[in-house]
């Protein structure tokens, strides 16, 4: 059974950092792609950024230069470095994993199987 358990969402001030964690279980993250996708209230969910099963990342236009997608392989984790945040970040942030071996990955949600239960970001002002 595949788990996605996310961790280090918080509260934080514009122009700070914060790094999510997502740990798998019952899946290799070395072989799959995988992404961090998040939700504002009232809003659609959206692909933030995706990672390839040979660390070939894609990042939203919106997150570009100030976010780093990464993931350890010997821990079995993804991580989201997220830096320079805005208001408009302020979202749950969902990991996702895919049953497919992309070395490409859209940020679409469709091809991404597995789901966690989310992490709270807000930032504010």
């Known amino acids: 059974q595949v788990q996605l358990v996310e961790s280090g969402g918080g509260s934080v001030q514009v122009g700070g950092s914060l790094t999510l964690s997502c740990a798998a279980s019952?899946?290799?993250?070395?072989?799959?792609?995988m992404a961090w996708f998040r939700q504002a209230l009232g809003k659609e969910r959206e692909g933030v950024a995706t990672i390839g099963f040979g660390g070939t990342a894609n990042y939203a236009d919106s997150v570009t230069g100030r976010f780093t997608i990464s993931k350890d392989n010997a821990k079995n984790t993804l991580y989201l470095q997220m830096n320079s945040l805005k208001p408009e970040d302020t979202a749950m942030y969902y990991c996702?994993?895919?049953?497919?071996?992309?070395?490409?990955?859209?940020?679409?949600?469709?091809?991404?199987?597995?789901w966690g239960q989310g992490t709270q970001v807000a930032v504010s002002s």
């Open positions: 019952g899946y290799t993250i070395s072989t799959y792609s």
């Open positions: 996702a994993a895919s049953a497919e071996a992309r070395w490409y990955v859209p940020l679409s949600p469709r091809l991404f199987t597995y």
